[in-house]
């Protein structure tokens, strides 16, 4: 008996076997267009399932800044994005414009962009019968879960305030003569800073204003259908008020949901510790956290030396 896949259809721009994306890293593009009319019908309909099942549980888990956001994009539920869509509402609010990729931007790419307001999207998207997990992003995480935050001017100064971390990060490794010391102190800055960003940008909770009820922020959460009423009801997590010297010490597994989430008051709350952030990775205070995850790639570490100008 012969069964008809997904894998038999046109992959248009689905995650990992999109031929033009396998082009374009083979041509070693980056930074990318986004090819708009390879979207197949299959595509479009992955966009539209994933967003009408997420609807109504944004509603009820999603913090108030983002559902703001989402009403600003004015994404279409029925269809794929386009990015000069998205960019012509947000870009006038806080200068952010999404930028397309054609895969991973190692570490230090990746901030610089935020420092830039530019934030690298993803623009494949995941395969129909994979809808609840994958472990890389696709442009529901990005699109629907990452910018409309993106349009509110705290939040988007927060990310340009973690792009001069890495600036800073950079300068520090810079003063650094040890190649060998350079080399492990950077390590552990830069595994501080992906903790950061991980229990704030992709997997914050925040208290919502005026009822002080548990929202999320986070934008694995926000793009998750199992872990965004999860993070919010289960009692097997444990969610406790954002601590720095906690956070860049705390070591984190990508593949389940998270048992541990950690909560800010508000936006400014959050900038004001990204702030924080930045005196303590220059003043030294990141050089050794605790070891364990996330490991650092090699790609991750060279971007950094390469913007600190040293081998
Ligand atoms: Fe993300």
């Known amino acids: 008996m012969t069964q008809t896949t997904s894998a038999d259809a046109p992959a248009g ?3 990992t076997r999109a031929p033009f994306i396998e082009q374009a890293r083979a041509d070693g593009r980056l930074y990318i267009e986004q090819p708009y009319e390879l979207y197949t019908a299959a595509n479009h309909d992955v966009w539209r399932r994933l967003y009408a099942r997420m609807a109504e549980r944004w509603q009820r888990y999603g913090n108030a800044r983002f559902l703001q956001g989402l009403e600003t994009l004015q994404l279409d539920p029925e269809r794929v994005p386009r990015l000069e869509d998205v960019n012509r509402f947000m870009a006038p609010l806080t200068g952010f414009r999404a930028k397309a990729v054609s895969g991973y931007v190692p570490a230090y790419l990746f901030f610089d962009c935020l420092r830039q307001r530019e934030f690298p999207t993803t623009i494949t998207i995941r395969d129909g019968e994979v809808l609840d997990y994958l472990p890389e992003p696709d442009i529901f995480h990005d699109i629907a879960g990452h910018v409309p935050m993106h349009v509110d001017r705290a939040f988007a100064d927060t990310l340009v305030r973690f792009g001069e971390c890495a600036r800073a990060a950079a300068d520090r490794a810079a003063a650094i003569d040890d190649p060998g010391d350079r080399l492990r102190r950077l390590r552990s800055v830069i595994t501080g800073m992906a903790r950061f960003f991980w229990f704030t940008i992709e997997f914050g909770l925040m208290k919502n204003p005026g009822s002080g009820e548990l929202r999320a922020y986070g934008s694995g959460l926000l793009s998750s259908y199992g872990e965004l009423a999860h993070c919010i009801e289960s009692p097997d997590v444990q969610r406790v008020p954002f601590q720095l010297e906690w956070v860049i010490n705390q070591s984190f597994e990508i593949d ?3 048992p541990l989430l950690f909560v ?3 936006f400014e709350h959050l900038f004001g510790e990204v702030d924080r952030l930045v005196d303590w990775v220059t003043a030294g ?7 364990g995850e996330p490991a650092i790639g090699e790609a ?12």
Do not use: E, M
């Open 13 to 15: 721009l689905t995650t």
């Open 285 to 291: 205070r990141l050089d050794h956290v605790a070891p």
């Open 264 to 266: 800010i008051d508000s």
């Open 256 to 258: 389940h949901y998270q």
């Open 300 to 311: 991750d570490l060279q971007s950094f030396l390469d913007a600190a100008g040293v081998a």
